[in-house]
Nanobody
Framework: QVRLLESGGGLVQAGGSLRLSCATS????????MGWFRQAPGKEREFVAA????????RYADSVKGRFTLSRDSAKHAVYLEMNSLKPEDTAAYYC?????????????????WGQGTQVTVSP
């Protein structure tokens, strides 16, 4: 069973920053594009960002472009979502996911392994 361990969520004021981390096994990390999705109460899960296996290609939702940065660390088998200039509308549970592909995509159907989620709350 694939394990994705997320950390880094919390409560922050608008304009602040948080960094989410997601660690997984070396086997998964070396063969899967990785991504983050989020789900706010009463809303559908939405794409946030994804990164290819090589780390050379990234995709971002329009709502986070210029504010969020996704990176990966091969030595630690982890990906990091750096979130800056946070807004109250960024409040959601954030989920790390591993793709069945090596390239970055934005569709949740391309991701076949999911973490448990970490809560991010941005106060006004």
């Amino acid at each position: 069973q694939v394990r994705l361990l997320e950390s880094g969520g919390g409560l922050v004021q608008a304009g602040g920053s948080l960094r989410l981390s997601c660690a997984t096994s070396g086997r998964i990390f070396s063969s899967s594009a990785m991504g983050w999705f989020r789900q706010a109460p009463g809303k559908e899960r939405e794409f946030v960002a994804a990164i290819s296996v090589s780390g050379e290609s990234t995709r971002y939702a329009d709502s986070v472009k210029g504010r969020f940065t996704l990176s990966r660390d091969s030595a630690k088998h982890a990906v990091y979502l750096e979130m800056n200039s946070l807004k109250p509308e960024d409040t959601a549970a954030y989920y790390c996911a591993a793709s069945r592909w090596t390239y970055a995509t934005s569709s949740s159907v391309d991701f076949d392994s999911w973490g448990q989620g970490t809560q991010v709350t941005v106060s006004p």
